[in-house]
């Protein structure tokens, strides 16, 4: 990987009252990388996004992108970042075309961009659509493009998924991919979804109470702080596995008490005959059973107790 910093957060922080919403974070990103903000509600994630953004400003600590700082290059930097808002508002009363061509003239821009980017976005069948009849997907790859109109090195957008169908995501998926590939773009979003940034994102930034409690690829995430595979059962009666005093057991953790466990293993073929073989001798029916990799919601849950979704 290319390794010229484009955007280095030195000792970020941003209070609001008695909430430390971003608290002393620093960070570098290098060009071409795409990066996930992963966290739940209120973990900073926004906040911290729009301070890169320069929307808000830091209580302390230092933000510069591609060696600039709001403060000194606010016009240079407004030209090299594309960003799309938590929630976009557009003109109800004009249509993806008009709309296009509206922020493009912002830039100086003109029909040709708009049709580069109706292209681009997949909304050339739309483009006479006023923007209150567009469904949520089409909504976000409008935001999208107009995010994309001038061409941006940097791209920051803050939750560009939320509320979207599957299908829907993907299609935003498919854009941003082709983005990566075709111009090289950097890349840094939040998320709720932690297939976002798995499928995404080469780097992940676990964010939880204004810090990153864990980040690196998936597979350094779950090597460092992953427990390698999950089983899942449940039990037709009460069993305390615990009193198995099974090895290769990490972690257990319990669903509904004594019946719906979650067992963190290294190994999944040296754990489950073992637990299988006990449920039978003592003539406790399995009722389910269900055995996978871990994934960040279960790293999540892990370090902090809780779900990346409430
Ligand atoms: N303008 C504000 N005024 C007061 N409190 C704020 C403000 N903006 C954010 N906060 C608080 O700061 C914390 C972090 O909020 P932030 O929106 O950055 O989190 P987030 O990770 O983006 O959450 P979500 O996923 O729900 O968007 C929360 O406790 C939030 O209530």
């Given at each position: 990987m290319n390794k010229t910093p484009v955007i280095e957060i030195n000792g970020v922080s941003k209070s609001f009252k008695d909430v430390k919403a971003v608290n002393h974070l620093s960070l570098t990103i290098y060009e071409g990388e795409y990066v996930a903000l992963l966290g739940p509600n209120g973990a900073g994630k926004t906040t911290l996004i729009e301070m890169i953004e320069g929307i808000q400003k830091p209580d302390e600590g230092s933000i510069a992108i591609l060696g600039m700082s709001w403060k000194t290059h606010a016009q240079k930097l407004h030209r090299a970042i594309g960003l799309s808002l938590q929630e976009t508002r557009f003109i109800d009363k004009i249509t993806t075309e008009e709309t296009l061509n509206l922020f493009g003239s912002f830039y100086g821009l003109g029909q040709r961009r708009t049709e580069e980017i109706l292209d681009l976005v997949n909304l050339k069948e739309k483009r006479k659509a006023y923007t209150v009849t567009l469904s949520g997907g089409q909504k976000q790859r409008l935001a999208l493009g107009i995010a994309l109109l001038n061409n941006p090195k940097i791209l920051l957008l803050d939750e560009p998924t939320t509320g979207l169908d599957p299908a829907a995501r993907r299609e935003i998926w498919k854009?941003?991919?082709?983005?990566?590939?075709?111009?090289?773009?950097?890349?840094?979003?939040?998320?709720?979804?932690?297939?976002?940034?798995?499928?995404?994102?080469?780097?992940?930034?676990?964010?939880?109470?204004?810090?990153?409690?864990?980040?690196?690829?998936?597979?350094?995430?779950?090597?460092?702080?992953?427990?390698?595979?999950?089983?899942?059962?449940?039990?037709?009666?009460?069993?305390?596995?615990?009193?198995?005093g099974l090895s290769g057991i990490k972690k257990l953790n319990w669903i509904a008490p004594h019946t719906k466990v979650q067992i963190f293993v290294d190994n999944i073929a040296e754990v489950l005959p073992a637990v299988i073989n006990s449920a039978k001798t003592k003539n406790i029916k399995i009722e389910e059973l269900l055995s996978r990799k871990m994934t960040l919601d279960d790293l999540f849950i892990s370090m902090t107790g809780r779900h990346l979704h409430d």
């Open positions: 854009i941003l991919e082709k983005l990566r590939s075709d111009l090289g773009t950097t890349m840094i979003l939040t998320t709720h979804y932690m297939e976002e940034a798995e499928v995404l994102c080469e780097r992940i930034l676990i964010m939880d109470k204004g810090q990153f409690i864990a980040q690196g690829t998936l597979s350094e995430l779950n090597a460092k702080h992953g427990e390698g595979d999950l089983i899942e059962i449940s039990f037709g009666n009460n069993f305390d596995i615990e009193a198995l």
